[in-house]
């Protein structure tokens, strides 16, 4: 930063808020990322067995809720899930930014 403000060069900076990243990223985003990455198809497919389908009830002072399908988070605790969130991430970025590399 230093060196563009010397030289008067415009600079940009973006903070991004991963806070709770993990719970907000929607299984469609993860699934075209990986494609556009060039996983194979089987790979995409094994992985999507294991997210759809995935539902969950909520429990309140009330009762319980009835159920309803999860379709955003990467599952907690899994090692597969780092690399879905980079991977689903980057492509994110890139389409914001204009980007694909």
């Known amino acids: 930063m230093e060196k563009y ?3 008067n060069n415009p600079y940009h900076i973006v903070f991004l808020d991963l806070q709770k ?5 929607p299984h469609a985003v993860i699934w075209d990322a990986m494609r556009e990455r060039g996983i194979p ?7 999507q067995v294991m997210y759809e389908g995935t539902t969950a009830r909520g429990r309140t002072s009330l009762g319980t ?4 399908d ?8 899994s090692a597969l899930s780092p690399f879905l969130f980079i991977i689903a991430r980057g492509i994110l970025a ?3 930014f204009g980007r694909r590399d």
């Open 94 to 96: 890139a389409t914001r």
């Open 41 to 47: 198809e089987y790979m995409v497919k094994t992985v």
């Open 21 to 25: 990243a993990y719970d907000r990223l």
């Open 5 to 7: 403000r010397e030289k």
């Open 70 to 77: 999860i379709t955003v988070r990467v599952h907690q605790g």
């Open 65 to 68: 809720t009835s159920k309803f």
